[in-house]
């Protein structure tokens, strides 16, 4: 069942008198329970496709729809409230904030949502404890290791028990072993929940835990495969 259904997406910049268009009538479905990959080098327009489908940014025209809900049809309140209710965001850099514990990052979009604190903090324990960090719960980012980090900006994503967790380079920081850590945590929570994941990357190596890859340069899709046997999660 498609979860995402994109036709003829397009996004035009203009600086000044220029025209740059960064994707270039991308039409591709994404099925509820991927593990779903866009793959293309530094300046091919994947994360300009992420920004678009997430609602972070308007796309120039086509139409994005998802789990039925047309995108371009909602307000700026509208959207906001959708994308806190049915998405979860996962970066390169983390971005954790450095003064919160563990926890309390877990717990942060929770209480923005209107959560109580005590509502928040136990969700967010539970969801630590759930995904194998119950040892790092009260630390600091600066005291974690990078795979841990990420991990829990994974568990931040996943707290609110979105429908879609979009995610950004998220090995892009991390060595090869680490990487390959990060992704079993991630193709367990796939498997376990049937989450489905939105992966933007440049990293062939990671391809081997997609269900579908789509592969694009330019702005435009030069290929898409769904994967016959997509590898399972090793160690979680």
Known sequence: ?????????????????????????????????????ILGPSGSGKTTVL???SGIDDPTSGSILIDGVDLAKLSDDEKTKFRANNMGFVFQAYNLINVLTAKENVALPLLARGWSEKRAYEKAVEVLK???LEHII??????????ERQRVAVSRALAGDPKIIWADEP????????????????????EKNHQTFVIVTHDDKIVKYATAVLRIDSGKIVSFERMKNPIKAANF
């Open 1 to 37: 069942m498609a979860l995402v259904v994109v036709k003829d997406l397009r996004k035009v910049y203009k600086t000044g008198e220029i025209l740059y268009e960064a994707v270039k009538g991308m039409s591709f479905e994404i099925e509820e329970g991927d593990m779903f990959m």
């Open 51 to 53: 920004n678009c489908l």
């Open 130 to 132: 759930a995904h194998g």
């Open 138 to 147: 009260n630390y600091f980012p600066s005291q974690i290791s990078g795979g």
């Open 171 to 190: 090995t892009g920081a991390l060595d090869t072993k680490t990487s390959f850590m990060v992704m079993d945590f991630m193709k367990s929570l796939n």
